[in-house]
């Protein structure tokens, strides 16, 4: 069955502490996998898409790695803005139906 | 350009009512899909709309109802509502068929 895991479950951090955040997948065929940003009561927010193992892609402190097994969102030396819940989601089946896992809750206190 | 947009914002219902969602899609996006975001949880899929048509559905009961218009905007329907469909609703818009899905703000669903 597709499946997608993210660890850990929640995860605080000091202002500049860099740490990784853990995504894997079980889905065959994978044909992209997206990380969002969600805000407290808000929608996901677009970060990234990878679409093949070995690539990367960087935005501000946040860059995402794809392996065939699994991503990884790398945060430098985070600041307390980027306090959010981190999802990463694949698309499966026919159709565009995204598989979300459960979210990383990142708190980076000052 | 215009985002993705949500109404109501937030919503309070009893239990049997029934309930209608709105969703704009942002501009020039013709797919549609509604997901249903549990406290605490991930979003689950629950269909997806194409041209107007239902495209998808994930496991959730016929009481789960959607409509998307000629402008590609969508609604969703809840009959018989239960406790457990208290929730965040997302929308989410597409350009074409298998796209990066961009997320309305969601419509907070409380059910009493």
């Known amino acids: 069955e597709d499946q997608v895991t993210q660890s850990p479950e929640a995860l605080r951090l000091q202002e500049g502490e860099s740490s990784s955040l853990n995504c894997s997948y079980t889905v065959s065929g994978l044909r992209g996998l997206f990380w969002y940003r969600q805000d407290p009561g808000k929608g996901p927010e677009f970060l990234f898409t990878l679409y093949s193992a070995g690539e990367e892609k960087e935005k501000e402190r946040l860059k995402a790695t794809l392996t065939k097994k699994e991503s990884f969102l790398h945060i430098t030396a985070p600041k307390p803005e980027d306090s959010a819940t981190y999802l990463c989601a694949v698309p499966a089946g026919n159709f565009n139906k995204f598989y979300f896992g459960s979210g990383t809750k990142l708190n980076v206190k000052p | 350009e215009t985002g993705v947009t949500q109404s109501p914002t937030h919503l309070i219902k009893t239990r049997g009512q029934q309930v209608t969602l709105r969703c704009s899609s942002q501009s020039g996006h013709n797919t549609v899909s509604w997901y249903q975001q549990a406290l605490g949880q991930g979003p689950q899929f629950i269909f997806q709309?194409?041209?107007?048509?239902?495209?998808g559905r994930g496991n959730f009961p016929p009481r789960f109802s959607g409509l998307q218009f000629p402008n590609y905007s969508s609604e969703l329907n809840v009959n018989a509502l239960e406790l457990d469909d208290s929730a965040l609703y997302l929308c989410?818009?597409?350009?074409?068929?298998?796209?990066?899905?961009?997320f309305g703000p969601g419509t907070r669903l409380l059910v009493l």
């Open positions: 989410a818009s597409s350009l074409v068929y298998q796209e990066t899905q961009y």
């Open positions: 709309y194409y041209r107007e048509e239902e495209n």
